[in-house]
């Protein structure tokens, strides 16, 4: 006769995130049901905040896959860490994505394995706040549990990813004396940023001011802007009835537009940026913060402030560290800034990004101020969009920033 195989079952509460890894006693056959009970629910207690909080570690973000995470045997995501085994009968009682759910382990294991380490790694446990945590949790956990694109939605970014590589070809071979600040190996920064806007018009957003480099900027004035073809490329042949007046490079200016977007118009401001990478970035958060002052309701969120940054100029360059750290005060604080690095792993003269700094990421500088950081594979444009709309949600919800690393590649 069979044995009987018993599938044993265990609740869970939440709503603290203070025991996310508790010690586990070892179980016997003979222990008391009780105790059995309480033992399970605190493995499989542990081993999700092992997740939540240790996952990034596993997570493959690198195109390249120079740095494909830390795939050895991590404790904090071994089930065997919590006395569990991967292909346990044990039904749980959990709460995954912001509600409350009956799931097998193997499913639980899967469930948590795509939320934390895909293309899409959650950094976040040096906040202090346990109420953004879970909220981030329900959030990062909700994009894998959802499905993926609507048919019309992922035409869309496949229509916005071959724009943003068109361009980049026709640029070159059109004006090839000129010299190109290529957005080539990051393009899924265009549905990326596109998708910021309409979510934040979605949010109730009236203003973006954005910030950023050279980088991918003329392609984002074409692509996300709709600056016309003929008015940008101008820029490259010259205007002899301006042939007297004062220039810059075309990769310095920026513009400002009335975009329509699904939920209503916004408007969209980039701001003129020097060769000085991030000096630009106090400048985008203090025109943010005039605007968010003429409002009639005084200090808004509806003014919302979005900075591009470089990975070596993130992590290198103090103008950033100042903006940080004036970005929670009474008197220059903006109500979170949506800061975006278009991470290409390299920076200026350095072969490898270890040369660059001394932390794992370049976005770590962000710890300072408990801004949670959301890394992204830029070979992902699916979760590019995701990400981005994940982050506009936060900055409106808690008025704090945000870091979205986009780490992908210079073609």
């Given at each position: 006769?069979?044995?009987?195989?018993?599938?044993?079952?265990?609740?869970l509460?939440?709503?603290?995130?203070?025991?996310?890894?508790?010690?586990?006693?070892?179980?016997?056959?003979?222990?008391?049901?009780?105790?059995?009970?309480?033992?399970?629910?605190?493995?499989?207690?542990?081993?999700?905040?092992?997740?939540?909080?240790?996952?990034?570690?596993?997570?493959?973000?690198?195109?390249?896959?120079?740095?494909?995470?830390?795939?050895?045997?991590?404790?904090?995501?071994?089930?065997?860490?919590?006395?569990?085994?991967?292909?346990?009968?044990?039904?749980?009682?959990?709460?995954?994505?912001?509600?409350?759910?009956?799931?097998?382990?193997?499913?639980?294991?899967?469930?948590l394995?795509?939320?934390?380490?895909?293309?899409?790694?959650?950094?976040?446990?040096?906040i202090?706040?346990?109420?953004?945590?879970?909220?981030?949790?329900?959030?990062?956990?909700?994009?894998?549990?959802?499905?993926?694109?609507?048919?019309?939605?992922?035409?869309?970014?496949?229509?916005?990813?071959?724009?943003?590589?068109?361009?980049?070809?026709?640029?070159?071979?059109?004006?090839?004396?000129?010299?190109?600040?290529?957005?080539?190996?990051?393009?899924?920064?265009?549905?990326?940023?596109?998708?910021?806007?309409?979510?934040?018009?979605?949010?109730?957003?009236?203003?973006?001011?954005?910030?950023?480099?050279?980088r991918?900027?003329?392609?984002?004035?074409?692509?996300?802007?709709?600056?016309?073809?003929?008015?940008?490329?101008?820029?490259?042949?010259?205007?002899?009835?301006?042939?007297?007046?004062?220039?810059?490079?075309?990769?310095?200016?920026?513009?400002?537009?009335?975009?329509?977007?699904?939920?209503?118009?916004?408007?969209?401001?980039?701001?003129?940026?020097?060769?000085?990478?991030?000096?630009?970035?106090?400048?985008?958060?203090?025109?943010a913060r005039?605007?968010?002052?003429?409002?009639?309701?005084?200090f808004?969120r509806?003014?919302?402030?979005?900075?591009v940054?470089?990975?070596?100029?993130?992590?290198?360059?103090?103008?950033?560290?100042?903006?940080?750290?004036l970005?929670?005060?009474?008197?220059?604080?903006?109500?979170?800034?949506?800061?975006?690095?278009?991470?290409?792993?390299?920076?200026s003269?350095?072969?490898?990004?270890?040369?660059?700094?001394?932390?794992?990421?370049?976005?770590?500088?962000?710890?300072?101020?408990?801004?949670?950081?959301?890394?992204?594979?830029?070979?992902?444009?699916?979760?590019?969009?995701?990400?981005?709309?994940?982050?506009?949600?936060?900055?409106?919800?808690?008025?704090?920033?945000?870091?979205?690393?986009?780490?992908?590649?210079?073609?």
């Open positions: 006769m069979p044995a009987i195989k018993t599938v044993k079952s265990a609740t509460d939440f709503s603290s995130v203070a025991e996310l890894q508790p010690s586990i006693q070892s179980r016997t056959n003979f222990a008391p049901a009780a105790t059995v009970h309480a033992d399970l629910t605190a493995a499989v207690k542990g081993l999700m905040g092992g997740y939540r909080l240790d996952g990034w570690r596993m997570a493959s973000l690198d195109p390249l896959h120079n740095d494909p995470g830390d795939h050895s045997s991590i404790a904090e995501l071994d089930p065997g860490t919590y006395g569990l085994s991967a292909d346990e009968s044990i039904s749980c009682s959990v709460d995954f994505a912001g509600s409350a759910q009956v799931l097998m382990l193997p499913e639980l294991l899967n469930r394995h795509a939320s934390y380490c895909g293309t899409i790694a959650l950094d976040c446990a040096h202090r706040a346990s109420d953004q945590q879970r909220w981030l949790y329900a959030q990062v956990e909700g994009i894998s549990a959802s499905a993926a694109l609507a048919a019309d939605d992922a035409l869309r970014v496949l229509e916005q990813l071959v724009l943003a590589e068109t361009f980049e070809h026709y640029q070159r071979a059109t004006y090839p004396r000129h010299k190109q600040f290529s957005l080539e190996g990051s393009e899924s920064l265009v549905p990326l940023l596109a998708a910021a806007v309409e979510e934040a018009a979605h949010q109730g957003v009236e203003d973006i001011v954005l910030g950023m480099p050279h991918g900027r003329l392609n984002v004035l074409k692509n996300v802007f709709d600056l016309p073809a003929k008015q940008l490329f101008s820029l490259f042949s010259g205007d002899p009835a301006r042939a007297a007046a004062a220039w810059d490079l075309k990769d310095h200016f920026g513009c400002s537009i009335r975009k329509h977007t699904a939920d209503g118009d916004i408007n969209l401001l980039l701001a003129h940026n020097p060769s000085h990478l991030e000096s630009v970035s106090p400048v985008v958060c203090g025109m005039a605007l968010q002052d003429r409002k009639t309701d005084g808004s509806k003014v919302m402030p979005i900075l940054h470089g990975d070596a100029s993130f992590s290198a360059q103090g103008v950033v560290t100042e903006t940080l750290n970005s929670q005060t009474r008197g220059y604080g903006v109500g979170g800034t949506l800061h975006l690095i278009l991470n290409n792993q390299i920076g003269t350095i072969s490898h990004p270890r040369d660059a700094r001394s932390t794992r990421f370049c976005s770590d500088l962000a710890r300072a101020i408990d801004a949670p950081i959301i890394h992204v594979n830029a070979d992902d444009p699916d979760a590019a969009v995701a990400v981005a709309k994940l982050a506009t949600r936060y900055r409106m919800h808690f008025g704090a920033d945000i870091v979205v690393d986009h780490v992908g590649y210079r073609r």
